[in-house]
């Protein structure tokens, strides 16, 4: 972990992403560079740990928007 903010989309066909395309801008999750890198290109993580990593981070992303009223429901 080191103290960069990144928004790392999701790398899942049903956000989106296709060969030379991101998924859409809502489908984020803030992470650090490192961690960033790590979803993305990382070894040390099965396909399923990554999934669940990036799960995990756009849930507490969204909720953080949510709580700091960033995105506000109308």
């Known amino acids: 972990m ?3 903010i990144v928004a ?12 030379g395309l991101k998924s859409h ?3 984020i999750a803030a992470l650090c560079y490192t961690c960033h890198t790590e979803l993305d290109q990382g070894k ?5 740990e990554r999934l669940n990593m990036w799960e995990d981070a ?3 992303t969204i909720g953080w ?3 700091n009223g960033k995105i506000k429901v109308v």
């Open 2 to 4: 080191d103290d960069t």
């Open 8 to 19: 790392a989309h999701s790398n899942q066909m049903r956000d989106g992403k296709g060969r």
């Open 25 to 27: 801008d809502y489908r």
């Open 58 to 60: 756009h849930r507490g």
């Open 65 to 67: 928007l949510f709580e």
């Open 44 to 48: 040390n993580m099965s396909r399923e």
